[in-house]
């Protein structure tokens, strides 16, 4: 069985930064397509980041060139560093694992999320 846990969430300013971790047990993250989604109220849940088995990364629009996702393989553990946080970026933020990606000609990109969740750490960004 897959279990997930984060932690790293909370309370920061417009521009400061925290990073997420999510605890794998029952995969190996270095053999799994693991991802970190958000939801916000009122709103769907949202591809933020996700990583491959072999390594390559993708990013949503809206955290490109903030946020860097990585992974430790002894740790079995899936990191999400984010800076320069803005107001939009307050959500629940859900680690994931075992993506599904769709690829053709044009490249890869992640086509759904896994079955087995983290249960969410809340990241608020005053402004």
């Known amino acids: 069985q897959v279990t997930l846990v984060e932690s790293g969430g909370g309370l920061v300013q417009s521009g400061g930064s925290l990073r997420l971790s999510c605890a794998a047990s029952?995969?190996?993250?270095?053999?799994?397509?693991m991802g970190w989604y958000y939801q916000s109220p009122g709103k769907q849940r949202e591809l933020v980041a996700a990583i491959s088995s072999s390594g390559t990364t993708h990013y949503g629009d809206s955290v490109k060139d903030r946020f860097t996702i990585s992974r430790d393989n002894a740790k079995d553990t899936v990191y999400l560093q984010m800076n320069n946080l803005k107001p939009d970026d307050t959500a629940v933020y859900y680690c994931?694992?075992?993506?599904?990606?769709?690829?053709?000609?044009?490249?890869?990109?992640?086509?759904?999320?896994?079955?087995?969740w983290g249960q969410g750490t809340q990241v608020t960004v005053s402004s």
């Open positions: 994931n694992a075992d993506l599904s990606y769709y690829c053709s000609e044009y490249g890869c990109r992640v086509h759904r999320p896994g079955d087995f």
């Open positions: 029952g995969t190996n993250v270095s053999q799994t397509h």
